[in-house]
């Protein structure tokens, strides 16, 4: 079965900091991934997604995301981050099945506090 | 907000009893998913529903089922509650043109 680390639970930096939030995955079949943000007080929304093509993935609000097929590893990176980007951070992997469909694992999530 | 409604917001129940949780999706969603997020964890995965039919389980018993009605609204029902049961439950749907899922503000479930 697919599992997902994301190695940092608890992360805390000052703004203007550069950022970068570890993800790996086990299974190495056909997968998308993704990172989805929640707010405090808001929905779980999606921040970037890979399916195929150029590896470095951009998102919203300045996020990008390295897709590293070898190392089985989509890590998250923003240089230079603000106090607004306080959140949790979920990274996600969708295996493929035939028929189309997906069973998608999350990882545990990393809570970021930006101080001002 | 994304679209996608969940009810109740709050729920407790005892052990033993049974849930009826309720989605309902974006418009034009065809596809709906339930997750079970655990205090502390990302979602996990429990099941999808695809025009009316599961096509997709993650490793819950059969005592968690699902339904989907042809407005694409969907339920999730356990039955037989556990403690372990408590949680905060989770829908999305999908877009189809861009397959990317919306999640709903979710229902948390207190099992006592």
């Known amino acids: 079965a697919q599992s997902v680390s994301q190695h940092n639970h608890h992360v805390i930096l000052s703004e203007a900091a550069s950022l970068e939030l570890g993800c790996n995955y086990s299974y190495g079949g056909t997968v998308n991934l993704f990172w989805y943000v929640q707010y405090p007080g808001q929905h779980l929304q999606l921040l970037l997604k890979y399916f195929s093509g150029d590896p470095l993935v951009k998102g919203i609000k300045g996020f990008e995301a390295e897709f590293i097929k070898s190392k089985f590893s989509f890590n998250l990176r923003k240089p230079s981050v603000q106090w607004s980007d306080t959140a949790e951070y979920f990274c996600?992997?969708?295996?493929?099945?035939?028929?189309?469909?997906?069973?998608?694992?999350f990882g545990r999530g990393t809570s970021l506090i930006v101080h001002p | 907000e994304t679209g996608v409604t969940q009810s109740p917001t709050h729920l407790i129940k005892t052990r033993g009893q049974q849930v009826t949780l309720r989605c309902s999706s974006q418009s034009g969603h065809n596809t709906v998913s339930w997750y079970q997020q655990a205090l502390g964890q990302g979602p996990q995965f429990i099941f999808q529903y695809y025009r009316e039919e599961e096509n997709g389980r993650g490793n819950f018993p059969p005592r968690f089922s699902g339904l989907q009605f042809p407005n694409y609204s969907s339920e999730l029902n356990v039955n037989a509650l556990e403690l372990d049961d408590s949680a905060l439950y989770l829908c999305?749907?999908?877009?189809?043109?861009?397959?990317?899922?919306?999640f709903g503000p979710g229902t948390r479930l207190t099992v006592l």
């Open positions: 996600a992997v969708n295996d493929r099945r035939s028929g189309g469909s997906y069973i998608p694992t």
């Open positions: 999305a749907s999908r877009d189809p043109t861009t397959d990317t899922q919306y």
